[in-house]
Antibody, heavy 125, light 113 residues
Framework: QLQLQESGPGLVKSLETLSLTCSVSGGSISSSNYYWGWIRQPPGKGLEWIGSMYYSGSPYYEPSLKSRLTISVDMSKNQFSLRLSSVTAADTAIYYC?????????????????WGQGMLVTVSS | DIVMTQSPDSLAVSLGERATINCKSSQSLFYSSNNQNYLAWYQQKSGQPPKLLLYWASTRESGVPDRFSGSGSGTDFTLTISSLQAEDVAVYYC?????????FGGGTKVEIK
């Protein structure tokens, strides 16, 4: 059974870099059938897609975050990671990683069928 | 970006009654190459990650009860819970994947009347 688990610091200082890792077990991150994505949810608010990547391709980033965002994969560890620079209080959120089946036609990744439990990251001043 | 708008923001339904949630997209989510609408629905219970309910607008994920159904095409979609159960109290989100830049609706909170 596929499982995803987010890890990283739960507290980040303002203007520093937020770094999270998603560890995947029960399946390979280098599967040809899936993208892997990050989604966040500010406390009490809705869901916001951050970005997605395929194990061998270029990642897709939410346009408003693109200048601060890096998503990468480590196939040897079966993990993918998120780095968000110059964070502010607006970046305080629960961060989720998720698996995204590939859609054959049209856009790259599709729905999000498996999710991690999420990790609250608070940006402090 | 494709903007997703859900309505209502919240609704209260009696146990066993029907709940209907609407989702409207700013662009068509229909792709003629495979005759599919690129829309998914999720359920998020308090303190939990979202759970996939439906994809391709109306295909139920494995294990999802058949009281959950999806309909619509193009820009207008509906999630229906045919007979509301206590365990269905949650926030429901729609999400488009017609664009590689995924976007979600704002969510609809479903409660028991």
């Amino acid at each position: 059974q596929l499982q995803l688990q987010e890890s990283g610091p739960g507290l980040v200082k303002s203007l520093e870099t937020l770094s999270l890792t998603c560890s995947v077990s029960g399946g390979s991150i280098s599967s040809s059938n899936y993208y892997w994505g990050w989604i966040r949810q500010p406390p009490g608010k809705g869901l916001e897609w951050i970005g997605s990547m395929y194990y061998s391709g270029s990642p897709y980033y939410e346009p408003s975050l693109k200048s601060r965002l890096t998503i990468s994969v480590d196939m040897s560890k079966n993990q993918f990671s998120l780095r968000l620079s110059s964070v502010t209080a607006a970046d305080t959120a629960i961060y989720y990683c998720a698996r995204q089946p590939i859609t054959i036609f049209g856009a790259a990744g599709g729905w999000l069928d498996r999710w991690g439990q999420g990790m609250l990251v608070t940006v402090s001043s | 970006d494709i903007v997703m708008t859900q309505s209502p923001d919240s609704l209260a339904v009696s146990l066993g009654e029907r709940a209907t949630i609407n989702c409207k997209s700013s662009q068509s989510l229909f792709y003629s190459s495979n005759n599919q609408n690129y829309l998914a629905w999720y359920q998020q219970k308090s303190g939990q990650p979202p759970k996939l309910l439906l994809y391709w607008a109306s295909t139920r994920e494995s294990g999802v009860p058949d009281r959950f159904s999806g309909s619509g095409s193009g820009t207008d979609f509906t999630l229906t819970i045919s007979s509301l159960q206590a365990e269905d109290v949650a926030v429901y989100y729609c999400q488009q994947y017609r664009s590689s830049d995924l976007t979600f609706g704002g969510g609809t909170k479903v409660e028991i009347k």
